[in-house]
C-alpha cells in the first residue's frame, strides 16, 4: 500500500458522458500528479498540481481538467468522454515538487467508455 | 520534449536466468532516471533511481541499473531472476530542467516461468 488512494476503482460509462476520479494522496504530500495509460500510448503525464496550484501540463486533452482542492485532494474531470479515452488513470503523490522526491502512485482507476 | 524508449515489450525467462532491460532516453541536459515496477495487480513502486554520482545504482529486491551518458542509456539488470520478479517494468525520465514530472517508456512486461 503506497498510502494514495484513488476512487472509484472502476467506472465504466458511455460515449459523451462526464466522470470525476477522485485522488487523496499519502499524508503530508502537496504535489499531485495524473498518469494515463493505455496499451497504445503506455504511461503518459497529464497534469500537476503543487499545493493548490496547476504546476505543470503534459498531453492533456482540453475536454479534461484537475484540481486540487485545500485538503489537497485533487479530482479529474474527465468529459465528453470518447472511446479512445478508456485507460487507466493513476494518480501519484510526492512531497514536494522536486524529481528528487519519490512519486508514490496509487492502485488507479479503470476508465471504460462503451 | 524527451522521450524514453524500452527495447523490448515482452521478456520471457527462466528463474536464475540472467536479465538486462534496455532504456534509452532522447534529451541532450542534465536528467534524472528511474525504474518503476508493476506487480500484477499492484500500484507502480520505485525500483531504483539515479540522480549523479555513482553510474551503477543498486535498488531493491537484488535488481541495479547504470547509465551510461554517452549511450543515453540507463539498463536494468539482475543476475538471477526469480518467479516473483514476474511484472511489468518501466523506465522514466525526468529532465533536470525546474518541473519533477516524469517521462515513462511504454514498459516491458517480464514473465518470469519457474
Known amino acids: 500500500d503506497s498510502g494514495v488512494t484513488q476512487t472509484p476503482k472502476h467506472l465504466i460509462t458511455a460515449t459523451g458522458q462526464r466522470v470525476t476520479l477522485r485522488c487523496s494522496p499519502r499524508s503530508g504530500d502537496l504535489s499531485v500528479y495524473w498518469y494515463q495509460q493505455s496499451l497504445d500510448q503506455g504511461l503518459q503525464f497529464l497534469i500537476q498540481?503543487?499545493?493548490?496550484?496547476?504546476?505543470a501540463k503534459g498531453n492533456i486533452l482540453e475536454r479534461f481538467s484537475a484540481q486540487q482542492f485545500p485538503d489537497l485532494h485533487s479530482e479529474l474531470n474527465l468529459s465528453s468522454l470518447e472511446l479512445g479515452d478508456s485507460a487507466l488513470y493513476f494518480c501519484a503523490s510526492s512531497l514536494r515538487d522536486s524529481s528528487y522526491n519519490e512519486q508514490f502512485f496509487g492502485p488507479g482507476t479503470r476508465l471504460t467508455v462503451l | 520534449a524527451q522521450s524514453v524508449s524500452q527495447h523490448n515489450h515482452h521478456v520471457i525467462l527462466s528463474e536464475a536466468a540472467s536479465l538486462e532491460l534496455g532504456c534509452n532516453y532522447s534529451y541532450g541536459g542534465t536528467v534524472n532516471l528511474f525504474w518503476y515496477v508493476q506487480y500484477p495487480g499492484q500500484h507502480l513502486q520505485l525500483l531504483l533511481k539515479y540522480f549523479s554520482g555513482d553510474p551503477l545504482v543498486k535498488g531493491i529486491k537484488g535488481f541495479e541499473a547504470e547509465f551510461i551518458k554517452s549511450k543515453f542509456s540507463f539498463n536494468l539488470r539482475k543476475p538471477s531472476v526469480q518467479w516473483s520478479d514476474t511484472a511489468e517494468y518501466f523506465c522514466a525520465v525526468n529532465a533536470d530542467s525546474g518541473y519533477s514530472t516524469l517521462t515513462f517508456g511504454k514498459g516491458t512486461m517480464l514473465l518470469v516461468s519457474p
Open positions: 498540481y503543487y499545493n493548490g496550484e496547476e504546476r
